[in-house]
């Protein structure tokens, strides 16, 4: 049974290192007129969560192929709002830094650990989207606390700033 559903951007941690290394050769100059309406991300789609696992389809809009993202509950090792400290430090204001705070799911697939940051998107991938982020974030985590067998570090304290 799908608990929620709504239009959300993906971005892997390992895309951001390819965007980073690609926007280091964007000219300053173009650099100051670019806005960033939706943050930094590679596929766009519809996000779902169950009890059993979150769910994205949609589009991977740098191959221009379909894309389906499953996380089984089981698999998640934790779970945060915003970026890490390393991505924090090396992402450009364009790209993430005073906007949209993403939530963080770390999981396990095909034994490694890998970490999407997902931006839900109300009102058709709105600018504001911290609001919608800590909401989910907040299903999220409900979803996790009822699997009781399993300590999945939870961050609570940080506190979203909302940009009017």
Known sequence: MVREK???TIIM?????????EWDMV???IKVHVSAKRPAHR???QFAMTNEGMFFRGRDMKEGVSFELEIPMGSITSVDLGFNQRMQE????????GGPVPIAVDF?????TRRAYISTCADNYSVHMNVNNARW?????E??????????????????????
């Open 43 to 45: 596929y766009e789609g």
């Open 6 to 8: 709504i239009n959300a």
């Open 108 to 112: 396990r697939e095909d034994g490694r």
């Open 27 to 29: 000219p300053a100059w």
């Open 143 to 164: 979803v996790l606390a009822e699997r009781e067998s399993r300590d999945i570090p939870i961050r609570r304290e940080r506190e979203l700033v909302l940009a009017l």
């Open 137 to 141: 974030y907040e299903i999220l985590a």
């Open 13 to 21: 941690e390992e895309d951001i290192d390819s965007l980073l290394a």
């Open 90 to 97: 090396s992402i450009d204001p364009v790209f993430g830094a």
